[in-house]
């Protein structure tokens, strides 16, 4: 059932490194993000804005971008190691039929667009401009002290066919999630944790949420208590909880325009490569979680689209088990 993993890619890709959205009130959105998340401002003017974790040396890993139209995900960013990488990514993606054409993106290096084959919209780039790491900053320091972008969720109509897709880009898979011969969703990963990306069944293709990392569990709490102080106590979607696969304790927020993130805390390495696939039982995992209440309907069903991109409907549609459907079954037995 596995797809083979091709150890060595026709390119490299080293990490998730960015995400760009669009949003309807630039300055309500970076406070959000700011006051929140915690998140530093890298650079910013009346159109865009943009930040990073306080642990990140490369200009941006969150871009902004104010807008009258579509709220969406404009690219998923990933990194590749040599500038070279990039020339031999636009002949893999150019061979396979896929769209790939090269952008000029202010404050990132040579850059090329390309679309997986759910449409999802990528963008690689061997190179950023650096600013200094604020981790030590703590005068400074504030929401959830949000440390690096760590990795991404995607909702797409054929998880298996791209978690092939990844496989063949060098992507292991650190965990999986199914219900007999059928793929729920697959934990990939590039960078020796236990993800980059996240490969869900869904309409799509959709950006579910992006996930940061930040450096105490107190700092989970911190972002809730600090949501409530701003006047975004319905942001504050699932969670906190612990994650089964990962075994991550996290939150997800709501942005105000709907774009979701997570933060979390704890990981663990997969470099070494002997390291195998744990797989969890969709049945017996139906909230995916160790601990926390069932996710609210929304959070399975609602997503971020990308860009111009058209959805298309899972062959199967996900039923799972929502909050709603586990507090009618607690009232049904009082
Ligand atoms: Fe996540």
Redesign the pocket.
Known sequence: MLPAVNLRPPFNITRTSHIVLTVSDLAKSRDFYVNIAGLVVTEEDSEVCYLRGLAEACHHSLVLVQSKGEICCKRFGLRVFFEEDLDQAYEFFKGQGLPAEWADVAHQGRTLHVEDPSGTKLELCAQMETRPRLYLEHEIQKGAHALMLD?T?LLVPNPAALWAFYSELGFRNSEYIAHGDSLVGAFMYRKGTC?DV?IFGGEGPRLH?F?YTVPEPSHIFKACDLAGNYGYADAVERGPGRHGPGG?L?VYLRDPDGHRI?L?NSHYRTIDIEIEPVRWEAASLSTNVHWGLPAPARWYFEASPFEGTPLVAPAQKPNPETLERYTQKLAAQT
């Open positions: 990795h969720q993800l996240a949420h996930a991550m996290f997570e979390f």
